[in-house]
């Protein structure tokens, strides 16, 4: 059971980026199509901060207030893949993003991928 999370790099202030998250090993009765799924980020030195969250058939967001307008966050459940857009990026917006999602009691997590605003 793994989340792989794709898609940072190194972005212009007021650029974009799109991230993945692309889940793969969950079984029923719980596939991935039925997990809620969170966007964390951690930025050196400080803790890690909810970014989003979709419910499961993705009618459902929610954004932390630090984001809320310029971020999006969609799935397609055909391909097991969650994705956050994120416009009009800011330097504060640098951190590593991780993917979340339920699992038997438990949560998985992505190994992170990396954003870096600058110019």
């Known amino acids: 059971v793994q989340l792989v999370d794709s898609g940072g790099g190194l972005v212009q202030p007021g650029g974009s980026l799109r991230l993945s998250c692309a889940a793969s090993?969950?079984?029923?009765?719980?596939?991935?199509?039925?997990?809620?799924t969170n966007w964390y980020r951690q930025a050196p030195g400080k803790e890690r901060e909810l970014v989003a969250t979709?419910?499961?058939?993705?009618?459902?967001?929610n954004f932390g207030d630090s984001v809320k307008g310029r971020f999006t966050v969609s799935r397609d459940n055909d391909k097991n893949t969650v994705y956050l857009q994120m416009n009009s990026l800011k330097p504060e917006d640098t951190a590593v993003y991780y993917c979340?999602?339920?699992?038997?009691?438990?949560?998985?997590w992505g190994q992170g991928t990396q954003v870096t605003v600058s110019s």
């Open positions: 979709i419910n499961s058939s993705g009618a459902g967001t």
């Open positions: 090993g969950f079984t029923l009765p719980f596939p991935f199509r039925t997990r809620e």
């Open positions: 979340n999602a339920p699992y038997f009691g438990g949560s998985i």
